[in-house]
């Protein structure tokens, strides 16, 4: 392998469970982007949200996402709205191959089942939320991927076969 994997989608798409899998698969490292920036400002998503709302948290997963350049290559699951600015969508294409696990608005919300930890979706109209951002959001995720996986009623293991199934070739 030599560039990232990076899979991208709406919240609940399964995006680090199925990464999970494929880098064991692939015997790359896992890299998850929300996890990372959580771990190295020592504080939760939530709490980053609440601290400096959206356009902070926006900054730092801009600079977690270029920071991957100077990794090796891994499987990346990226925070849904990685996509939103620009400037990420043109590293994404430029650092990796790009899979867009895609998913519909109430399969997503029943997967999450607590939205507490995804500030964009909490609280009343979490679900309206929900379907307005997927619908902004699918022509960005359109424009980054290099390859589309539907997760649709499909389990992790599934997924994440079908993934391995569609970049094969697409890596070295
Ligand atoms: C977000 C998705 C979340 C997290 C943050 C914002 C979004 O990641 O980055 O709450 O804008 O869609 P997941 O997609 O892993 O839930």
Redesign the pocket.
């Known amino acids: 392998m030599t560039h990232h994997l990076f899979l991208v989608?709406?919240?609940?798409?399964g995006?680090?469970s199925v990464g999970r899998q494929v880098a064991e698969r692939l015997g790359v490292p896992f890299v998850d982007?929300?996890e990372r920036i959580a771990a190295e400002r020592g504080a939760t998503?939530?709490e980053i949200?609440e601290t400096g709302g959206?356009k902070s948290?926006r900054e730092v997963?801009r600079d977690a996402l270029i920071a991957l350049q100077s990794e090796p290559p891994s499987v990346v699951?990226?925070?849904?709205?990685?996509v939103?600015r620009d400037e990420n969508r043109g590293a994404l294409k430029r650092l990796g191959t790009v899979v867009h696990l895609k998913v519909d608005a109430a399969e997503a919300l029943a997967r999450?089942g607590d939205t507490s930890?995804?500030?964009?979706l909490s609280g009343r109209g979490g679900a309206m939320a929900a379907t307005s951002?997927l619908v902004a959001?699918e022509s960005l995720y359109a424009a980054v991927a290099d390859v589309v996986v539907d997760t649709t009623g499909r389990g992790i293991d599934e997924v994440a076969a079908a993934v391995l199934d569609e970049v094969a070739g697409r890596l070295s």
């Open positions: 989608g709406f919240m609940g798409a995006k680090s982007l929300d998503i939530r949200f959206e948290f997963e699951a990226c925070g849904g709205g990685v939103v999450i930890t995804r500030p964009l951002l959001r």
